[in-house]
């Protein structure tokens, strides 16, 4: 199936449905969540059986504030592509995708230990890469990043965001 | 139960037995293994419960080597990007480097010349080799077989001296550039690979002679690590540890990337799914690897052209040549910007203080690395640095599925079956 095809099989079921640089979007609501995905996997021309990835982008000051991003590719038919949603700032949680895909276990402990989005019904929803006693979500794009004290006669060194880059 | 009295007192000295109901206690013991601990391929930590030898469960704690990469991506241009990619996966640098870069390039709607692409293909397949030789190399020496491990890096080296022919450094190289690679193979490149192209197959053949039919190495890792098609699928295996459980897939044949889709090679699987499989598919995969190096070394000579892209608003570097000092900036190219074109320099201005300007969009760009599918999710919000870099590494992934490889084996299994899996701790954490 080409790229247009799969886009208009897909608009089936998904209405927000896009193509751009080879690659399929498909934009779904929190509460469609499972059952298009479960559809996509078990729609044999479909078969988007496999879940390559989870994770999520930040932006601040506009709503959706976080837009969860799974990345689905298909064993059977060689062809990929995107599901995603839109997450309000102060209603980050979405449902856990493990009941679907277990391998989206590690996937979404990772963006919760970024992002600070709660995926429902994961079975041990923990950080994964920070300390278990971390504070604050590091990938937030408001998250503040922190000078540098240095040893160099009472100098500091500014954060990252703040030292005039392009 | 009066035939045993020494038995009987010892099991009370121990503490043993409970006075309570005279039953023996069925205590199960939790044990760190980790993260300093010679045989998990870095920091990882396992944390194993025990009943007697036998693991029946296993946690894995990672974390201790978390640089934060993806978020320093964030605050660093589009070309800087590139070097820190490069040491996510320090055992795989190239492909890092390449999966990164290849999504900047379709962001950017540019595409690399083919020799750029042929070189790229070429050094992929040859980090491709060293990856699997350190792999091989440190499995056989968590398994006892030493002599295993010095020829692995002794060939290894080889290869990487070659690496450092070509790019200035064995590892964490950024060689591979937005818009093609930073410089052209070297005169005695070609030569050099030849005669790796020649040496290997004998050296993997000796491999073989060595750990094929061997009594202790076949006892150690034949059906330890037993994983099924279907766990592995739902655990997202990619790479050889599901290719060892009988599906063949392999991104370069089955979404092919750069021009995978015209060499010729082979996509070895297995369906034992144990350790031995994930072996048995490596070595075949190093094979195939030398095939393909093979292929792209006579195209890339018979391919001449740039390296770079020809845009000056995307090619960096634009143009280097061998100076008195080894490298250096081409002095026809410093003639060009500095006395001949205004808009060359402006160009070259912004290049160096801004880099590239990558539009809007996002892109997922997945690559075979030796350990699975490698992607990058790439976001740009249009400006000069990009707005977020996702890295899905294969062996973050595949470490979800050792509970499933480890639980319900024996304590030493554990060794092999986390060395069959070929995690690398620096991709993991990132």
Known sequence: MNLDALAGRIGERVPDVLVARGEVTAVVEREQLLETLAWLRDQPDVALDFLSSVTATHWPDVDPAFWVDYELRSFPHKHRARVKLGLSEGDAHVPSVTPLFPTADWHERETFDFYGIVFDGHPDLTRILLPDDWEGYPLRKDESLGGVPTWFHGVTMPPVDERGMA | ?430
């Not at chain 2, 205590?27 to 009943?51: A, K």
């Not at chain 2, 997202?236 to 991104?251: K, Q």
């Open chain 2, 1 to 430: 139960m009066g035939e045993a009295p020494e038995m009987t007192t010892a099991l009370d000295a121990a503490g043993l037995r409970d006075p309570a109901t005279d039953e023996l206690r069925q205590e199960t013991m939790i044990i760190n293994m980790g993260p300093q601990h010679p045989s998990t391929h870095g920091v990882l930590r396992l944390v194993l419960e025990l009943d007697g030898e036998t693991v029946i469960r296993c946690k894995p704690v990672i974390g201790y080597l978390h640089t934060g990469i993806e978020k320093n991506t964030e605050y660093r241009t589009w070309m800087q990007g590139v070097t820190y990619v490069t040491r996510a996966d320090y055992l795989s640098p190239f492909f890092n480097e390449l999966a990164y870069c290849l999504g900047v390039e379709r962001l950017l709607g540019v595409e690399a010349p083919e020799r750029a692409t042929l070189i790229r293909i070429l050094v992929c397949e040859l980090n491709r080799i060293t990856s699997h030789l350190v792999w091989l190399a440190t499995s056989g020496l968590e398994l006892g077989a030493v002599s295993v491990m010095l020829y692995g890096f002794r060939e290894r080296e080889v290869i990487m001296e070659i690496f450092e022919a070509i790019t200035g450094l064995r590892m964490n190289h950024a060689y591979i550039r937005i818009g093609g690679v930073v410089m052209d193979l070297p005169d005695e490149g070609p030569r050099k690979i030849r005669s790796l192209l020649d040496l290997l197959p004998g050296r993997i053949d000796e491999y073989e002679t060595l750990l094929h039919d061997n009594p202790i190495w076949r006892e150690r890792n034949e059906g330890v690590g037993v994983l099924t098609t279907e766990r592995a699928l739902a655990l997202g295996v990619t790479g050889p540890a599901l290719r060892a459980t009988g599906i063949g897939a392999d991104l370069r044949k089955d979404i092919p990337y750069c021009a995978y889709e015209s060499f010729d090679f082979e996509v070895p699987v297995r369906t034992e799914g144990d350790a031995y499989a994930r072996y048995v598919v490596r070595l075949a995969e190093m094979r195939e690897s030398l095939k393909i190096a093979g292929q792209a070394l006579e195209r890339i000579e018979e391919t001449p052209g740039p390296v770079m892209i020809d845009d000056p608003k995307v090619g960096w570097p634009p143009r280097l040549s061998v100076g008195p000092d080894g490298i250096g900036n081409d002095p026809e190219y410093l003639r060009h910007i500095m006395e001949e074109s205004m808009e060359a320099l402006i160009h070259h201005f912004k290049m160096v203080t801004q880099g590239v300007e990558v539009p809007a969009g996002e892109v997922f760009s997945a690559v075979e690395s030796p350990r699975g599918e490698l992607g990058y999710l790439i976001v740009s919000d249009g400006g000069h640095r990009p707005y977020r870099v996702k890295i899905r590494d294969p062996s973050f992934v595949n470490l979800q599925a050792l509970p499933a490889l480890i639980e319900g084996y024996l304590v030493a299994d554990t060794v092999a079956s986390v060395a069959s899996l070929d995690p690398v701790l620096g991709g993991v954490d990132r």
